[in-house]
């Protein structure tokens, strides 16, 4: 059965710092393009950040609202995916997922998600 759960994020002020994880288990995680996502309230899912497979290099992308304050990352002996947030900006508020990003969709199930809220 496959299991993402994510966690890390909290209340911070804007200019703060977070640190996201998302275990995952029951995938063969190596394998994968991961990704974060991020829902605001009363807006659609996005995708925020993606890191491909070692075999790929581990290439990673942003969204343009965040590249250069995110920090997508992975420990594939650990089935773990990171996201290193800094900067943060109120907009960042959203709950924040993880996934493996295929096309427009996503591969699994999605978890609980953690909620990141930024005060101004």
């Known amino acids: 059965q496959v299991q993402l759960v994510e966690s890390g994020g909290g209340l911070v002020q804007a200019g703060g710092s977070l640190r996201l994880s998302c275990a995952a288990s029951?995938?063969?995680?190596?394998?994968?393009?991961m990704g974060w996502y991020r829902q605001a309230s009363g807006k659609q899912r996005e995708l925020v950040a993606s890191?491909?497979?070692?075999?790929?290099?581990?290439?990673?992308a942003y969204a343009d609202s965040v590249k250069g304050r995110f920090t997508i990352s992975r420990d594939n002996a650990k089935n773990t995916v990171y996201l290193q947030m800094n900067s943060l900006k109120p907009e960042d508020t959203a709950v924040y997922y993880c996934n493996a990003p295929q096309g427009d969709l996503a591969a699994f199930s999605w978890g609980q998600g953690t909620q990141v809220t930024v005060s101004s």
């Open positions: 890191i491909s497979s070692r075999a790929d290099g581990s290439m990673t």
């Open positions: 029951g995938i063969t995680f190596g394998v994968y393009t």
